[in-house]
Structures are given as C-alpha cells and as structure tokens.
C-alpha cells in the first residue's frame, strides 16, 4: 500500500493563504490521505494543515520595515530549515513571499526534496536575477499571468501556466440586493468600496488620506455610503459609524459603483468583477527612494500591466492627495462618464487574458504527477 503524500507549504500573506487553502483543497480531493504542515493563515488551517507560523506574523512590506523585523525573521528561517529537516515531507510547495521562500529554498537544497513555486516572484519588475534562483533551486513553477511566463521561460525557466487563480467561479452565498440588505443599505444611493490593504503598514500609511476622500466625496454626494473590505489581520483606526465593514473583499467590490483600492491583487479583482477604480499606494520615504531605483515596469498596477497601459488611475506616494482623487472618484461615479465606460470596456480585455476556471485543479494534478507515489 502507498503511503499518504506529506506536503510542507509556506503561505506568508493573507492573499497566499487564500490560494494555499484552494490549492490544499484540489490536492485533497485528488490524495485524499494527503497531509499538510507548515506556515499559513486560517483558510489553510480550516483545509486541514498543520500551521506552525501564522501569515499574521511574516506578513511585513518595504525596506525600512523589513530590517526593524530581521532577527525575528532569522529566527523563524533557522526554525523552519530544522522543521523540514525533521519532517522530510515528499514535496514542499512554496507560495509567494519571495523574499523568506527564495533563501529558504537554498538553504534546504542539499535536502534534495522536491519543490514546487506557486505564483512566481514578479522578478520582471525587479530582481530578475531571482529567475536564476529558481531555475536552480526548484524542479515545478507555475505563473499566473500570461506575460509572466514568456519573461520567466526567456530566462530558461520551464514555468507553466494554466490561468489566473482569480478565474475561479466562486459560488458566493448572496447577491447584490442581499448584501445591500445585509448592511442596511440603500440599493438607491451609490456606494464606495474602500479597500486600504492586507498589511497593518498599508493602512497606517492610507487610513487618513481614504477618510479625508470620502469627508471630501460627501460634501457633494451626502448620500454616499461606504463599505470597507477589511483583513482578519489588521487594526482600522476608529471610522465614522455609518461605514460598513465587509470581511469578504470579494462581495464588497462586486456590491460597489467604484472602489479605492491599495495596488496589489485587489486590483485585479476589480477589473474582473467590472468594478472601476482608483489605485492609491504610500510607502516610507525611504521604501520609496529604493523602488524607483530598482523597479523597471512603468505601471504599479497589475491591471494596467495586463492591459500595457494606464486604464486606471494610478495615484501613488505624493500624488495620493485627497482631492486629486475625489475629483477622478466623481468621474468614475457618474454612470455615463467617458471614464467609467472607457474603463469597464477594458476590464473585459484584461479578463480574456486571463484563462479559464479549474486553475488549482490543473497545478494540484501537475504537482502529484511530479511527486513521488
């Protein structure tokens, strides 16, 4: 009889433990007697993984912010190369997070365990020198955007993809109207979905700006109403009472006439429910010095990078200034602006992109066709 398949997976975000938690599940209905240890959040645990460092804990952003963090850091990489060590599991399945998963990787090569990468460093943007780290330390890759793989393969990384995860049809358990019904609010009167980030830092860095937009926003539009998409993981700043928190991003966009948004998969998101938007994003002074010395792709959103070109405002560090982005939320509102129609026209293009569903299903086969059975 074959022994159960051991799986180490590391997850070190919120957006990788959604992806982990779907990913665990497609390998579970194809190995059911499949086991799971390693680092994720909540979403993995519930799928039936062993979690020994929480994403809460490893979720950090930025230069500056990285290094305030780095003994701790350490720490939990020389726990986690004694933890593989000692589990010896048949394959280990590494899921973003470059920055811990790349040395990782290293360090556990002589191990000699198989490797899998699920979404792939953005090294097309910055560190491409991390295609040669992956060329070498793992045997099984697999890209999310199409674009990706060309650049990755350009590199003699055999990458494979099979679609964008966010492809996915998620069977959500309301529609519009019940969620309007849920939050009491008006299906009449517009409503904005504020979405300031996974990371504690990003809403440090954008709380105050979102809240003096919608200050701004009600002046003109007193009926406007807010919902907030906000993580598990992070602390919001006291906001007005009549704004809605909505734990599920997902219900949030699709429910809303427009959307601020932190760049990152958000975004994307967005574009695919035809939810337009405004991408804001602030980092330290010093963070930001870095990124525009290192980062080489002219566009901070992933939307806008599919698309190869501005199809949505981007309004980064300076440029994130309350009344710039009113007065481009208020074009976005207006349902025959030439903005708005412009923008859902090329969120359909982007969308086709894409792929189709059944992306985890298609990587949890190829990960245990290359597995040992």
Same mark, same amino acid.
């Given at each position: 009889?074959?022994?159960?398949?051991?799986?180490?997976?590391?997850?070190?975000?919120?957006?990788?433990?959604?992806?982990? #938690?779907?990913?665990?599940?497609?390998?579970?209905?194809?190995?059911?007697?499949?086991?799971?240890?390693?680092?994720?959040?909540?979403?993995?645990?519930?799928?039936?993984?062993?979690?020994?460092?929480?994403?809460?804990?490893?979720?950090?952003?930025?230069?500056?912010?990285?290094?305030?963090?780095?003994?701790?850091?350490?720490?939990?990489?020389?726990?986690?190369?004694?933890?593989? &060590?000692?589990?010896?599991?048949?394959?280990?399945?590494?899921?973003?997070?470059?920055?811990?998963?790349?040395?990782?990787?290293?360090?556990?090569?002589?191990?000699?365990?198989?490797?899998?990468?699920?979404?792939?460093?953005?090294?097309?943007?910055?560190?491409?020198?991390?295609?040669?780290?992956?060329?070498?330390?793992?045997?099984?890759?697999?890209?999310?955007?199409?674009?990706?793989?060309?650049?990755?393969?350009?590199?003699?990384?055999?990458?494979?993809?099979?679609?964008?995860?966010?492809?996915?049809?998620?069977?959500?358990?309301?529609?519009?109207?019940?969620?309007?019904?849920?939050?009491?609010?008006?299906?009449?009167?517009?409503?904005?979905?504020?979405?300031?980030?996974?990371?504690?830092?990003?809403?440090?860095?954008?709380?105050?700006?979102?809240?003096?937009?919608?200050?701004?926003?009600?002046?003109?539009?007193?009926?406007?109403?807010?919902?907030?998409?906000?993580?598990?993981?992070?602390?919001?700043?006291?906001?007005?009472?009549?704004? &809605?928190?909505?734990?599920?991003?997902?219900? #949030?966009?699709?429910?809303?006439?427009?959307?601020?948004?932190?760049?990152?998969?958000?975004?994307?998101?967005?574009?695919?429910?035809?939810?337009?938007?405004?991408?804001?994003?602030?980092?330290?002074?010093?963070?930001?010095?870095?990124?525009?010395?290192?980062?080489?792709?002219?566009?901070?959103?992933?939307?806008?990078?599919?698309?190869?070109?501005?199809?949505?405002?981007?309004?980064?560090?300076?440029?994130?200034?309350?009344?710039?982005?009113?007065?481009?939320?208020?074009?976005?509102?207006?349902?025959?602006?030439?903005?708005?129609?412009?923008?859902?026209?090329?969120?359909?293009?982007?969308?086709?992109?894409?792929?189709?569903?059944?992306?985890?299903?298609?990587?949890?086969?190829?990960?245990?066709?290359?597995?040992?059975?």
């Amino acid at each position: 009889m074959k022994e159960p398949l051991k799986f180490f997976l590391i997850a070190g975000e919120p957006s990788g433990d959604l992806h982990g #938690a779907k990913l665990i599940k497609e390998i579970k209905s194809l190995a059911p007697f499949s086991s799971f240890m390693g680092h994720g959040g909540s979403l993995m645990e519930n799928e039936g993984m062993k979690i020994i460092e929480h994403c809460n804990n490893l979720s950090v952003m930025g230069f500056k912010e990285v290094l305030v963090h780095l003994p701790r850091m350490w720490r939990i990489m020389a726990n986690t190369v004694e933890l593989v &060590k000692k589990a010896n599991p048949d394959r280990i399945i590494l899921i973003d997070y470059p920055g811990f998963n790349l040395r990782l990787a290293k360090k556990i090569s002589s191990l000699r365990i198989p490797t899998s990468y699920f979404i792939l460093p953005q090294a097309w943007a910055w560190k491409s020198k991390r295609a040669q780290i992956i060329k070498k330390y793992f045997d099984q890759s697999f890209s999310i955007f199409p674009f990706e793989q060309k650049w990755y393969k350009s590199k003699g990384v055999n990458t494979k993809y099979f679609g964008h995860p966010f492809m996915e049809i998620d069977h959500l358990d309301e529609n519009r109207m019940q969620f309007f019904k849920r939050h009491n609010l008006n299906p009449k009167e517009k409503l904005i979905a504020l979405l300031p980030g996974s990371r504690q830092q990003e809403i440090n860095n954008h709380w105050g700006i979102y809240i003096k937009t919608v200050s701004l926003l009600k002046k003109s539009h007193p009926n406007l109403q807010i919902v907030i998409g906000k993580s598990d993981n992070v602390t919001l700043p006291i906001a007005h009472n009549s704004f &809605k928190i909505e734990k599920n991003a997902k219900k #949030a966009i699709i429910a809303s006439d427009v959307a601020i948004v932190a760049s990152g998969t958000a975004t994307l998101e967005c574009a695919i429910e035809g939810t337009p938007l405004i991408v804001c994003y602030k980092v330290s002074s010093v963070t930001w010095l870095l990124a525009k010395f290192m980062v080489k792709v002219k566009y901070s959103s992933i939307v806008n990078l599919i698309a190869g070109k501005k199809i949505v405002p981007e309004f980064l560090q300076s440029e994130m200034n309350p009344f710039i982005i009113k007065n481009k939320l208020l074009e976005l509102i207006d349902e025959k602006s030439k903005l708005r129609k412009q923008m859902i026209e090329d969120f359909v293009k982007v969308k086709n992109k894409l792929g189709t569903p059944g992306v985890y299903s298609k990587i949890a086969n190829e990960i245990l066709k290359a597995t040992k059975l």
